[in-house]
């Protein structure tokens, strides 16, 4: 099993910055992508941005030029820089990483609690 934790939301005003962490841990062997994703109350998760094991990136265009995800592979850590925060950024994060599972003897999907990010004056 991999767990994964994450950190650093919260309230921020308009035009602020917010840095979201996630850390990895437990039986892990490789993790493949991985990103960050945020759901609204009532709506589907959503994609914000992922990032390969070798550094290639996605954004959702709604954060393209505003925020930027990085990850450690060493440390099995992603993370996400947010600039430029709008009201809309408002929503539950959440870790995302792809990663090996003994169990199954294939890759899946690990999931970290969530963490809220609040953007209001």
């Known amino acids: 099993q991999v767990q994964l934790v994450e950190s650093g939301g919260g309230l921020v005003q308009p035009g602020g910055s917010l840095r979201l962490s996630c850390a990895a841990s437990?039986?892990?062997?490789?993790?493949?992508?991985m990103g960050w994703y945020r759901q609204a109350p009532g709506k589907e998760r959503e994609l914000v941005a992922t990032i390969t094991r070798g550094g290639s990136t996605n954004y959702a265009d709604s954060v393209k030029g505003r925020f930027t995800i990085s990850r450690d592979n060493a440390k099995n850590t992603v993370s996400l820089q947010m600039n430029s925060l709008k009201p809309e950024d408002t929503v539950v994060y959440y870790c995302?990483?792809?990663?090996?599972?003994?169990?199954?003897?294939?890759?899946?999907?690990?999931w970290g609690q969530g963490t809220q990010v609040t953007v209001s004056s």
């Open positions: 437990g039986s892990i062997f490789r993790i493949n992508d």
């Open positions: 995302n990483a792809q990663a090996w599972d003994w169990g199954t003897s294939q890759f899946r999907n690990y």
